[in-house]
């Protein structure tokens, strides 16, 4: 039985915690000085170590000591039982909604392929009732290191973790670590070949997301397959970066993007400089929104909003946001400003089926992305385009530009959705309000998602089931308990309240729609609303957009020069993706991570220079091809049919890229034939 420590052991004690402290504090000056420069002179302000009554140390706060019994047994024995069944998420594709793309890509089509055969290998090994899991945890993130003590248990398996991402939200628990335990040689474990270590101490949740998806990025998006957590302790401030960091993941695994569809972006981007789009300016300096914005998206509750936004349509500026641009021609509105993003060719034949006459869609500005359709650019008054964010065509623009670059507009936060696009740059010129109609990105009914006059009960009729894949999420309403909401609607939702918070300041954003609950925005019923005493003159969206451009064109010469440096890079990364040799591996003897990471860092040598377009064509693919792969190789408890799985999927992947190299050579010879026509 513990008995209470003695004076004599309790000075002992005091200089192995202020030797263990200072051995921390010198390592952290030679690591992380600003780190060490914080907790030099640190003060506790609620929780420090303690002597329990047994003579145990332990952490104190205000409620007592944070431990209930042995701190070293009881890290001990939550470490044991982690690693004995670790809590994990793993990336798994879908296995319905593909039938759309599918009829348009060969990415869904052997995407599918792979996952069929990673869900017919995964039952066959569960089936076998065997238990040899594949314990390789590429990123391992730990939330809180309280005491200390598990990081032990860490540091003991340290060669089953790829990258260690340590968050620790208290300032004083960290402090208490530092004398306990040894940071340099839980560092020195993960300084070495394929392996990393991040540490983040006492910042916000938001700064938590934000720097491990910028660390994923860095290290390879793939080792996201699986996302082990190890939450050493429940706290408020623990129990909402755990509930951030599942919220995010739907975000973080969309948007990959893939190489058809940057083979789009590229044509798009080339064909529309060809045709002489105007471009958006970056600032927004004396063309800045001078009256409240409407932004009307598609959603259920535009359906009751018509009537208030018929009334006061000129004392507004009204931007309608894609499919909405059917409910309000068919309601007689005619919005200021239509924004689209979607590249797909059938848009411009939808745009033609609103408005056949071409009367009320040509006589409206159209803003939207470098990607879109020249078909659809063409049928509106006039186009002015920004560039899309983590896109083939706007860095071919931007490495080709270099500092020019940056007079024109590049849109952040404007995907997943045109509602994304509206709000992101209502607030970019600075609107003073902006109201929210149809923006509902959630629904009350499953089977009314969108406007009763939407194309997706017409033309696009079955699209939103296939790209929600039957998922309905409950969230907070707008003016209920719950709604449901979709992986796009929540993604759409996550992205306006980020660009709401971190660039919407001087601008108040009302939601008047009975859908989610957007953090940022005040809820406001449509009978509530006040709105400013409107201007002398209506807005003049003529003036506006001749403001807002920049008068120097990019032209298709200047772009289509670089792209035929950058093709080279493209042909050669898309030649060691096809090596014929890793067809001859044997995959019951060798790792497919270390070949996944060896496409990391072939892709990463061109990263950072004129090259950046043509990793941004490949890197998509390759990880959404990865990241499936090894997100089946953790459902697969036994070698032999893992072994066998990679050899199968190995052989998908290389036909992949091989039908590519043909879409690309493809593009090549149109983009050819556009300059030689322009001569």
Not at 608 to 631: C, F, H, K, W
Request: proline share 4%; with cysteine.
């Amino acid at each position: 039985m513990a008995t209470q420590i003695d004076k004599n052991g309790l000075n002992i004690l005091r200089q192995v915690l202020n030797l263990t402290f200072n051995k921390n504090l010198q390592f952290l000056q030679e690591r992380f000085p600003h780190i060490a420069a914080r907790f030099k002179e640190h003060k506790p302000k609620s929780m420090g170590l303690e002597m329990d009554p047994l003579g145990r140390l332990n952490i104190c706060g205000a409620e007592g000591f944070i431990y209930d019994g042995d701190p070293k047994e009881i890290c001990a024995k939550q470490a044991k039982d982690y690693f004995d069944r670790p809590v994990t998420g793993i990336y798994r594709l879908s296995q319905t909604g593909w039938e759309a793309s599918m009829k348009l890509f060969r990415h869904a089509n052997l995407l599918k392929e792979l996952v069929e055969l990673g869900e017919e290998h995964s039952k066959e090994a569960v089936a076998l009732g065997e238990r040899d899991p594949y314990h390789w945890f590429p990123f391992f993130t730990v939330l809180g290191v309280g005491i200390g003590y598990h990081l032990e248990t860490i540091l003991a398996h340290a060669e089953k973790i790829g990258h260690l991402f340590i968050y620790e939200p208290n300032d004083d628990l960290f402090f208490a670590s530092l004398h306990v335990f040894d940071y340099r040689q839980l560092f020195e474990a993960f300084t070495k070949q394929n392996k990393g270590i991040t540490l983040l101490v006492g910042c916000e949740q938001e700064e938590f997301i934000h720097t491990v998806q910028k660390v994923m990025f860095k290290i390879g998006i793939f080792k996201s397959c699986v996302l082990p957590i190890y939450r050493h302790y429940d706290s408020k401030t623990a129990d909402e970066s755990l509930k951030r960091f599942f919220d995010n993941l739907s975000n973080f695994y969309a948007g990959f993007g893939f190489f058809e569809d940057e083979v789009i972006s590229t044509r798009h981007t080339m064909k529309n400089m060809a045709g002489g789009c105007n471009l958006m300016a970056d600032s927004p300096s004396g063309h800045e929104f001078d009256r409240p914005v409407f932004i009307c998206a598609n959603g259920p509750s535009i359906d009751y909003s018509l009537d208030y936004i018929r009334e006061h349509r000129d004392d507004i500026i009204l931007v309608s946001c894609g499919t909405a641009l059917k409910t309000l021609h068919n309601a007689g509105i005619k919005p200021h400003i239509h924004i689209e993003i979607e590249r797909v060719e059938y848009l411009a034949d939808w745009v033609r089926e609103v408005d056949p006459s071409g009367e009320f869609v040509g006589d409206i500005h159209l803003v939207g992305m470098n990607t879109l359709s020249p078909g659809v650019v063409e049928q509106f008054k006039e186009a002015t385009l920004f560039w899309k964010p983590n896109d083939v065509g706007t860095e071919l623009a931007r490495v080709t530009l270099m500092k020019d670059f940056h007079q024109y507009l590049h849109l952040f936060n404007s995907n997943p959705t045109v509602s994304n696009a509206a709000m992101a740059l209502a607030i970019h010129f600075k609107a003073p309000q902006v109201y929210l109609f149809g923006v509902d990105v959630g629904y009350v009914d499953p089977k009314y998602h969108h406007s009763k006059d939407s194309a997706y009960y017409g033309e696009f009729k079955g699209a939103f089931e296939k790209g929600s894949s039957g998922s309905h999420k409950p969230v907070p309403g707008n003016f209920r308990e719950k709604v449901s909401t979709s992986a796009v609607f929540d993604w759409c939702r996550h992205v306006l309240e980020l660009v709401i918070r971190i660039k919407g300041e001087g601008t108040e954003v009302f939601n008047t729609a009975d859908g989610a609950r957007i953090e940022g925005t005040t809820p406001c019923r449509i009978e509530d609303i006040e709105l400013p005493a409107p201007k002398s003159e209506p807005f003049d969206p003529d003036a506006w957009i001749a403001a807002a451009r920049v008068k120097k064109p990019v032209t298709f010469e200047i772009l289509y020069d670089n792209f035929k440096q950058r093709q080279r890079t493209i042909r050669k990364l898309l030649k060691f993706l096809t090596d014929e040799r890793v067809q001859e591996i044997d995959w019951a003897t060798n790792d497919v991570f270390e070949l996944f990471q060896r496409n990391h860092l072939e892709l990463r040598k061109h990263i950072g220079g004129q090259d950046n377009p043509a990793v941004r064509m490949i890197e998509g693919s390759v990880t959404y091809l990865q990241i499936t792969i090894l997100g089946y190789l953790h459902m697969m408890p036994n070698a032999e049919v893992r072994a066998r799985f990679v050899t199968a999927a190995m052989k998908i992947f290389h036909q992949y890229f091989k039908e590519m190299k043909g879409i690309f050579k493809g593009l090549e010879q149109e983009l050819k034939e556009l300059e030689e026509s322009r001569k």
